[in-house]
């Protein structure tokens, strides 16, 4: 289980999740293009096409996908500031929804009696608040399919679909 908060100043995003696997596996799936494309989305919602990752200080990252309740593209990237596997991944953070907001994401993986502990950082939303209370609710998703995928496999494919809210 994931606990998730904004800050008070709505500046940051903080994540912590206990998962059972070795900081390793957690790296590879949040670094491998091949593995975020496997576990980073939801049938229904929307699903990256491409990622992109040279994983060093100053190396680039990508993704470009779909949503699935419209058909638009999107695309997140930015660069790596930051990178010690299995331990640290440091990163910044620009959407194509978010205008010129250029925020930073840290993960830090700490090795754990049952597998990693997961503590991520999302910084920069102060004066964006909106745009904080997006990431915190896409963060609670996005570590939760994570989990999902490096404890049991699950993949975009194999997740259950989001259904269209019912009509009143």
């Known amino acids: 289980m994931a ?6 100043d709505e500046d940051a995003i903080e994540v912590e999740v206990q998962i059972s696997a070795p900081p390793d596996r957690v790296f590879q799936a949040i670094t491998d293009p091949a593995q975020l494309l496997r576990w980073w989305g939801q049938q229904g919602m929307y699903h990256g096409t491409k990622w992109c990752t040279d994983v060093r200080p100053g190396g680039q990252w990508r993704c470009e996908g779909v949503s699935d309740a419209d058909g638009s593209a999107y695309s997140v990237n930015g660069e790596y ?70 404890e049991e496999g699950e993949t975009v494919a194999t997740r259950p679909p989001i259904s269209a809210a019912p009509q009143n």
């Open 3 to 8: 606990t998730n908060a904004v800050t008070r």
């Open 81 to 150: 500031l930051e990178v010690d596997p299995p331990r640290l991944l440091i990163h910044t953070w620009i959407s194509s929804w978010g205008g010129p907001l250029k925020t930073v994401v840290r993960w830090e993986l700490e090795p754990a009696a049952d597998g990693t502990l997961v503590r991520l950082h999302h910084s920069g939303f102060a004066g964006a608040p909106a745009q904080a209370e997006g990431h915190y609710q896409g963060w609670l998703r996005v570590v939760a399919w994570m989990q999902a995928f490096v």
